[in-house]
Nanobody, 123 residues
């Protein structure tokens, strides 16, 4: 079981990035999937998730209207489209998955984690 993120980098405020997370060893469609982030000295924060029960999406208030989570079942890959990025979005971003269909944005509900990708928003 493996999750591999890509797509992080340095972007100016107001810019966009799309993070990708390729899964292997299991089928993402059967799992609740999520993105978390962690800034230096801060706790890991849930950003967004897609429930495996009905496909509902959830977002942290800090990213609503700017970030979009999605999944491509044919590619077994999940994405996080981030628009209008702000300096406070700077963090290491992690993709994660769990078979628990009731999981939301609590980090310890998740079983499988990627290695993380750095996103830095700065001018």
């Amino acid at each position: 079981v493996q999750l591999v993120e890509s797509g992080g980098g340095l972007v100016q405020p107001g810019g966009s990035l799309r993070l990708s997370c390729a899964a292997s060893g299991f089928t993402l469609d059967d799992y609740t999937i999520a993105w978390f982030r962690q800034a230096p000295g801060e706790e890991r924060e849930g950003v967004s998730c897609i429930s495996s029960s009905d496909g509902s999406t959830y977002y942290a208030d800090s990213v609503k209207g700017r970030f979009t989570i999605s999944r491509d079942n044919a590619k077994n890959t999940m994405y996080l489209q981030m628009n209008n990025l702000k300096p406070e979005d700077t963090a290491v971003y992690y993709c994660t998955a769990t078979p628990d269909e009731s999981a939301l944005l609590i980090w310890h509900e998740y079983d499988y984690w990627g290695q993380g990708t750095q996103v830095t928003v700065s001018s």
